[in-house]
């Protein structure tokens, strides 16, 4: 089975600029969550959709936003980019969510920098 | 809300044995996860403590006390394949991570 796909793997953009994000889940996982990395933070929660709905948000400005489709690939923009923004963004698909979704499978990442 | 406080880095020797600890506060909790990172890589999934207790899957181990809101990660016959970061991951209405803790092996 194939695992968490993301595209693309590496990205440089300007502030200002906005950018899209993509990620393929498992097949039949309908959870995906997205997380910022970044060496002093850690994994910070962005959100997660299941079944083509919001299901939780983390503490991130609007300027960060997803969505999910109907065959569970889901995307992520952010909008006006700020230097702060330059991290990896992972993606991570489950079978079910809420309590069930302890264990999550993560994509390889997007590497996004912000020039 | 939710954190997890875990220590930056631990060192160890090879063949030697480690524990990684993690305490939480949260107002509502699920369970407790623990994940691998090796540099470049993304997270993968190790295990997983629902109810207090040791859980063991081959050389890794986690155990939990949900009184105490404390559990930890042991490593035995730490091998140098297991030098990356070890994150703990919590859930009440979404999963929350650990900063994570680096883990040096020494030969």
């Known amino acids: 089975k194939a695992g968490v796909t993301q595209t693309p793997r590496y990205l440089i953009k300007t502030r200002g600029q906005q950018v899209t994000l993509s990620c393929s889940p498992i097949?039949?996982?309908?959870?995906v969550s997205w997380y910022q990395q970044t060496p002093g933070q850690g994994l910070q929660f962005l959100f997660e959709?299941?079944?083509?709905?919001?299901?939780n948000k983390g503490n991130f400005p609007g300027r960060f936003s997803g969505r999910q489709f109907s065959n569970s690939r889901s995307e992520m923009n952010v909008s006006t980019l700020e230097l702060g923004d330059s991290a990896l963004y992972l993606c991570a698909s489950s079978l079910v969510t809420g309590q069930g979704s302890y264990e999550q499978y993560f994509g390889p990442g997007t590497r996004l920098t912000v020039t | 809300g939710q954190s997890l406080e875990q220590p930056s880095e631990v060192t160890a020797v090879e063949g030697a044995i480690v524990q990684i600890n993690c305490t939480y506060q949260?107002?509502?909790?699920?369970?407790l996860s623990w994940y691998q990172q090796h540099d470049g890589g993304a997270p993968t999934f190790l295990s997983y403590n629902a109810l207090d207790g040791l859980e063991e899957t081959g050389r890794f181990s986690s155990f939990l006390s949900r009184s105490d809101s404390y559990g930890y990660l042991l490593l035995q016959e730490l091998q140098m394949k297991d030098s990356a970061s070890y994150f703990c991951?919590?859930?009440?209405?979404?999963?929350?991570f650990g900063k994570g803790t680096r883990l040096h092996i020494l030969p």
């Open positions: 097949s039949g996982h309908r959870s």
């Open positions: 991951a919590g859930r009440d209405d979404k999963i929350i």
């Open positions: 959709y299941f079944s083509e709905t919001q299901r």
């Open positions: 949260t107002s509502g909790f699920y369970g």
